[in-house]
C-alpha cells in the first residue's frame, strides 16, 4: 500500500513537472523496455521457476545443500543477466526501433530514448538479483522486506524529479538516472536481510548444478507464458508510437491508476500464493491445493470488482485531482480517462492471473500457460489493429481488457479440466452477492459525482477532499450491502 500511495505520488510530480508530451513518451519508452523485462526475468519467469525449486530444496534437502543453491544461483543467473544487460545497453538504438518504431523519423525524440535507455537499462541487472534476494525471503515468510523495496524505487524518482531535473539541461533525462540509482539502492536494502537468514549469497558460476539447470529448464517457457499481460501492454505503447504525441503518456498514467489494486491486491496475492501453493505440492496435498486456489480467487472476486467499478465511475475525478495542471492540460485528462475506463476492465483478469497462474507453477508447469499466453496474446494483436482506428490509444486499452479476460479464463479453464482446482459450492451465491453490492456502489457513485467541468474548477483541496469522501462513500455502501447479504469475515479468510 505504502509502495502504490509513493507511486501515486510520484506520477502526480511527473504529470506536473513534465506534462504529457514528445520528452516524457520519451522517458516512458526507455522505462518500459528494462521494465518490462524486470516482470519478464525477475517477477514473472525467474520467480515462476524459482521459487518452487527453492521451496523443494528448503523442504527435501539439508541447509548445506539449500546455501550452495543459492551461491551458485545467484553466480549463474548474475551472469546471465550481466551479459543481457551489456547487449542492452550497446544495442540501445535498435531497442529504442523495435519498441517504439513510431519514433524513426523522428530525431530529437529516438535521440533521447536512446540516451536514456543506456541509464534506464542497467536496472534490469540490479533489480533482477533484488527479485532473486526476494524470492529467498519470501519462501521463508520474510514478506514485509522485498514488499518495502519498491518504495525505494519511488523515492528515488521523486528526489531526482524534484532536486536533479532542475539543474539538467534536458530535465527529463533525471529520471532516468533516478530509476538507475534505484536498482542499486533497492539490491542493497535486502542484502543484510538475507545475512540474518544466513542465505547471503557468495556467488559461484556453475551452470551444471542440477537445481539450477531444473530452474532454467522451467524458465524458458515461463519467459513468455507468465508475462503475457507485460507483453500486451508494450505491444499498446509500440502501436501508439505512431499515434499523436502524448497517446503513450495517456496510457502510461491511466495504466498506473489501473495497476493501483492489481500492485496491492494481485502482487500480493501471488507473492504469498506461490511459496503456499508449492509447499502444498511438495507436501502432496491435493485437496489444500485446491482450497487454497478457492481462497485467491475468492479475494478476486469480493476486491476485483468494486476496485473495477470504482475506476470507472471516478476515472475522469481520480484523473483530474492527481495529474491536472498547466502541464497535464484539460485534454490530456479527459484522453487518459477514456483508456483508463477500458483498462478497468483488465483489472479482474489482471488479479486473477496473478493467482491462477501460480496454480501452475507451483506443479512446476510452465507450458500450458504458455500455449494460453501465446493464444492470448495473439487475440491480442488481432484485437488492436481491429480497435485503434476508431478508438485511438483507447481501443489499445480495451484490446488488452479482452486479451487479459481471454488468458484468465483459459488459465481457470485448464485448472478445473486437470482437476487441480475444484470450484468449492458457496460461487453462485457469492457471485450475485457481490454483483448486488457493485450494483449499488455503481449507482451510487454515477448520480452523485459531479461532472469532469465541475471537478476542474474545484480548487486542489476540495478535489482530494470530494474524493476520498466518494471513494469511502462507495467502500462502505458495498461492504454494508455485502453484509446485509451475509458475507463475514471468514468469507474473506482461508
Given amino acids: ?22 520528452t516524457t513518451d520519451a522517458f516512458f519508452v526507455a522505462f518500459k523496455i528494462p521494465n518490462f523485462m524486470r516482470r519478464l526475468f525477475a517477477e514473472g519467469a525467474f520467480a515462476a521457476a524459482f521459487v518452487p525449486v527453492l521451496n523443494e530444496y528448503k523442504t527435501k534437502r539439508s541447509f548445506a545443500e539449500l546455501k550452495q543453491f ?29 519498441f517504439a518504431p513510431g519514433f524513426i523519423g523522428q530525431e530529437g525524440k529516438s535521440a533521447l530514448a536512446t540516451e536514456m535507455l543506456r541509464l534506464t537499462f542497467p536496472y534490469l541487472l540490479f533489480i533482477s538479483l533484488t527479485a532473486f534476494a526476494g524470492g529467498i525471503l519470501n519462501t521463508h515468510n520474510r514478506f514485509s522486506v522485498p514488499a518495502f523495496t519498491p518504495v525505494l524505487l519511488n523515492l528515488c524518482l521523486i528526489g531526482c524529479a524534484l532536486w536533479l531535473a532542475p539543474t539538467m539541461d534536458e530535465p527529463v533525462v533525471a529520471l532516468a538516472w533516478g530509476v538507475l540509482m534505484a536498482g542499486v539502492v533497492q539490491l542493497a536494502f535486502q542484502l543484510p536481510f538475507l545475512g540474518q537468514i544466513k542465505l547471503l549469497p557468495r556467488p559461484r558460476i556453475a551452470f551444471a548444478n542440477k537445481g539450477i539447470r531444473k530452474v532454467l529448464k522451467l524458465m524458458a517457457p515461463a519467459l513468455f507464458g507468465v508475462s503475457v499481460s507485460q507483453i500486451n501492454l508494450l505491444l499498446d505503447t509500440l502501436i501508439a508510437s505512431f499515434l499523436v504525441s502524448g497517446s503513450i503518456s495517456w496510457l502510461y498514467y491511466s495504466d498506473r491508476l489501473m495497476e493501483f489494486p492489481v500492485g496491492i491486491l494481485g502482487v500480493a496475492l501471488g507473492t504469498v500464493i ?47 485531482t492527481l495529474f491536472h495542471s498547466e502541464a497535464f492540460n484539460e485534454q490530456d485528462v479527459v484522453m487518459s480517462s477514456y483508456s483508463l475506463m477500458a483498462y478497468a476492465f483488465a483489472l479482474i483478469p489482471f488479479i486473477a492471473i496473478k493467482v491462477l497462474a501460480p496454480g501452475y507453477y507451483a506443479r512446476q508447469n510452465t507450458k500450458t500457460p504458455v500455449k ?42 485448464g485448472l478445473q479440466k486437470d482437476g487441480t482446482y475444484r470450484a468449492e459450492a458457496h460461487w453462485p451465491a457469492l457471485i450475485g452477492k457481490v454483483l448486488c453490492a457493485a450494483l449499488a456502489m455503481g449507482v451510487l457513485l454515477f448520480f452523485g459525482t459531479a461532472p469532469l467541468t465541475e471537478w476542474m474548477a474545484m480548487s486542489g483541496v476540495t478535489q482530494v477532499g470530494r474524493l476520498i469522501a466518494w471513494i469511502s462513500a462507495g467502500a462502505l455502501l ?17
Fill in 274 to 320: 506461490l511459496p503456499s501453493l508449492s509447499r502444498k505440492h511438495a507436501e502432496q496435498s491435493t485437496e489444500a491445493f485446491s482450497h487454497t486456489l478457492d481462497w485467491g480467487l475468492r479475494l478476486v472476486l469480493l476486491l476485483g470488482v468494486p476496485s473495477c467499478i470504482g475506476l470507472v465511475m471516478l476515472s475522469g475525478p481520480m484523473l483530474v
Fill in 70 to 98: 543459492v551461491d551458485e544461483m545467484a553466480g549463474s543467473f548474475g551472469l546471465i543477466l550481466l551479459i543481457i544487460t551489456v547487449i542492452g545497453v550497446l544495442a540501445a538504438p535498435f531497442l529504442v526501433m523495435i
Fill in 478 to 494: 458495498y461492504f454494508a450491502v455485502l453484509y446485509l447479504l451475509g458475507i463475514r469475515k471468514q468469507h474473506f479468510l482461508t
Fill in 372 to 413: 494460453i499466453g501465446i493464444i492470448a496474446m495473439t487475440a491480442n494483436m488481432v484485437l488492436n489493429l481491429i480497435f485503434v482506428f476508431p478508438l485511438d490509444h483507447a481501443g489499445l486499452a480495451l484490446a488488452t481488457s479482452i486479451s487479459a479476460s481471454l488468458n484468465a479464463w483459459l488459465l481457470l479453464r
Fill in 1 to 22: 500500500m505504502l509502495s502504490r500511495i509513493l507511486g501515486f505520488v510520484r506520477d502526480l510530480i511527473f504529470a506536473r513537472i513534465f506534462g504529457a508530451d514528445a
